[in-house]
């Protein structure tokens, strides 16, 4: 699959592309079994794209429009802000690099607005410095360009499902994913069936992940919300062991985990698989994102 994004244009004129809303029912009828995750007699969620490469902003809208999104889009910083600030979206693509204003600029402000709305940074600036400072300023996830398609898509999906729990928070409702079950309210987690022994602190660290599955939490987040921020460099040996500890209970191969992952420099990633997919509906995600438009009350 190659990769894309990997052709940066800048450009100074600001723009916004309002793509009028078109009947996708019969593009998911050809696209069969592919295209059942979107029911799109219903409500579609709403992407604000904010890039300023135009090759990769077209590449982008046309793939989420197949897929089902309402897509609007905007070439720089602050147009990107009034796009947001008028369409309400379920979800922010940004890129950082804009030709006026920072994409850092773009988060705090979304933030100001929204405590929880979906951010996904996609950008070519691939140090842990950077993405680091991008999540902690309240992005919830990070693609580094040149980046798969396939990969994007999932990571959209990821962070709908998370506001969507957001939304629809039922704490009764076990997180799933590969074969691991785990139960916040009970505090039980169970592999495969059986349950696993774990221990409390190693339960502080999955509540944090689960809380925000599929998405990267950074090292810092996790120290934070386990030992506050006075947290010393102790602590993230401390934080290391529990990771090994965990994988070695929950991971079918600890030595190349596919439920708990690491993002060298960056922090972890609680992996989310289709058992958890098929566990929250698209019905659910749907209404979230409709639920969460007028009065902007969820956050
Ligand atoms: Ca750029």
């Known amino acids: 699959m190659p990769k894309i994004g990997a052709v940066l244009e800048s450009s100074s004129a ?25 029911d799109m007699s219903k409500v579609r969620p709403v992407v604000v794209l904010i890039e300023d490469d135009v090759k990769l902003r077209r590449l982008l809208r046309n793939s989420l ?4 999104f309402d897509v609007r889009e905007a070439d720089c910083g602050r147009t990107g802000l009034i796009v947001a600030a008028t369409k309400k979206p379920d979800l922010i693509l940004l890129d950082l690099g804009l030709p006026d204003i920072d994409g850092s600029e773009v ?30 300023l309240g992005a919830d996830d990070y693609v580094t360009k040149p980046f798969g398609l396939p990969e994007l898509l999932a990571r959209v999906r990821a962070a709908l499902r998370r506001a969507s729990r957001h939304t629809h928070a039922n704490p009764t409702t076990p997180f799933c994913s590969h074969g691991v079950s785990i139960d ?19 339960f502080r660290v999955l509540a944090v992940l689960v809380k925000r599955a599929g998405m990267l939490v950074t ?3 996790l120290l934070d919300e386990l030992w506050g921020p006075d ?7 401390y934080l290391r062991v529990y990771m090994a500890s965990l994988r070695q209970k929950l ?37 979230a ?3 969460s438009k007028p009065g902007q009350t969820e956050d």
């Open 14 to 38: 600001c723009l916004v592309t309002d793509f009028p809303k078109c009947d996708f029912r019969g593009v998911a009828q050809a696209r069969g079994a592919d295209c059942k995750r979107w």
């Open 65 to 68: 429009q197949q897929e089902g």
């Open 107 to 136: 988060i705090m402000k979304i933030r100001e607005w929204w405590s929880a709305r979906p951010v996904i940074i996609l950008s070519g600036r691939d140090s842990e410095a950077a993405k680091i400072a991008a999540l902690e």
């Open 184 to 202: 916040i309210l009970h505090r039980q987690v169970t592999r495969n069936g059986a349950a696993v022994d774990i221990t409390p602190n190693e």
């Open 219 to 221: 090292t810092r987040m």
């Open 231 to 237: 947290s010393s460099p102790q602590h993230r040996n």
């Open 251 to 287: 991971e079918p191969n600890p030595t190349k985990p596919v439920l708990l992952l690491t993002e060298a420099g960056v922090g972890y990633r609680i992996a989310v698989d289709d058992t958890q997919s098929a566990e929250l509906t698209d019905e659910a995600i749907f209404s």
């Open 289 to 291: 994102s409709q639920s």
